[in-house]
């Protein structure tokens, strides 16, 4: 936000530049000599003044190096987007339920590049093993007819009130400037996960199983989540061999006692609904069963 100038005939010296500006916490302003002072003489000559601590110019940015608000995931962070991918964002509202600390502990940013290690099954070896995709910061968009720019997949939340702010001064022609750059803290870390899965499903399929005939001719990664997926499935990407082992297959057999013919299934139910409540940070909560 621009203010307009204000006629303001003095001279002035720059105490807080761009370059080291005055760092505050969020809702506090400095005084105008914590920012610049005022002189009859020496200094650079200015003839208006632009902004003042109470009414600065504004500029908003997002935290660097930074995935997510308050220092951990929530289920309020996921935001889907035009992708066809509810099966993986479903996957992440669970984790971010009931175990945030496993989103956490696969995550890693450095520069303006997210690292990703999801699971993939090696069929030679009939395990699990992490695979780390690394990717750039910036989303996907597209333009729509009217040349308006719409992200293509999932949304970021930004987090309601700046976590701090810097203050600075500058000279600009004839003009003395206040300056506020509001920091915001960013769920950054939910589209980076959908990224990093397109990417992961593009070379590993969307299971991490293999690429299928159908995900070959899709080619693309993120024609292939939005080709719809399992829930159950997208655990072991993040559990690896642990969630592989929790999965129960369920019958629907016309005619048949459903609750007789799915006896291991009821009985794996049971021992998670028992166990759930004492599970550790960084492992499984959930019980996922194919339907």
């Not at 929530?74 to 035009?82: A, F, L, P």
């Not at 993986?88 to 502990?105: E, R, T, Y």
């Not at 333009?143 to 930004?158: C, F, H, Q, T």
């Not at 592989?244 to 998670?272: C, E, H, W």
């Amino acid at each position: 936000m621009k203010e307009g100038k204000t006629p303001d005939a003095t001279h002035v010296t720059i105490v807080a530049s761009e370059h080291k500006p005055l760092g505050l916490a969020a809702g506090t302003a400095p005084t105008e000599a914590d920012l610049f002072t005022r002189s009859a003489k020496g200094g650079k000559s200015v003839g208006f003044r632009s902004g003042t601590p109470a009414a600065p110019n504004v500029t908003p940015t997002m935290e660097p190096d930074n995935l997510f608000i308050g220092g951990t995931p929530t289920v309020e962070d996921i935001r889907q987007g035009g992708l066809g991918d509810c099966y993986f964002q479903s996957c992440l509202l669970g984790l971010a339920q009931n175990d945030p600390a496993k989103i956490k502990s696969v995550m890693s940013f450095s520069g303006h590049n997210v690292s990703v290690t999801l699971q993939r099954f090696d069929a030679k070896t009939s395990t699990h093993v992490p695979v780390t995709t690394t990717t750039s910061t910036s989303l996907l968009t597209r333009k729509n007819k009217s040349g308006g720019i719409s992200l293509v997949g999932a949304g970021m939340r930004v987090a309601p009130a700046p976590n701090k702010s810097a203050w600075w001064a500058s000279v600009s022609g004839n003009t003395v400037e206040v300056h506020r750059k509001d920091i915001y803290e960013t769920a950054l870390w939910a589209p980076m996960m959908e990224k990093a899965y397109a990417d992961f499903a593009q070379r590993f399929g969307s299971t991490g199983q293999g690429l299928s005939k159908d995900e070959k001719k899709l080619g693309s990664g993120y024609k292939i989540i939005n080709a719809g997926g399992s829930v159950e499935e997208c655990y072991q990407m993040f559990y690896g061999n642990a969630a592989a082992g929790s999965v129960q297959a369920m019958n629907f057999t016309p005619g048949k006692d459903i609750v007789a013919d799915n006896i291991p299934a009821l009985q794996k139910l049971l021992r998670y609904e028992a166990q759930k409540g004492n599970t550790a940070a960084g492992q499984t909560r959930r019980s996922c069963m194919r339907g």
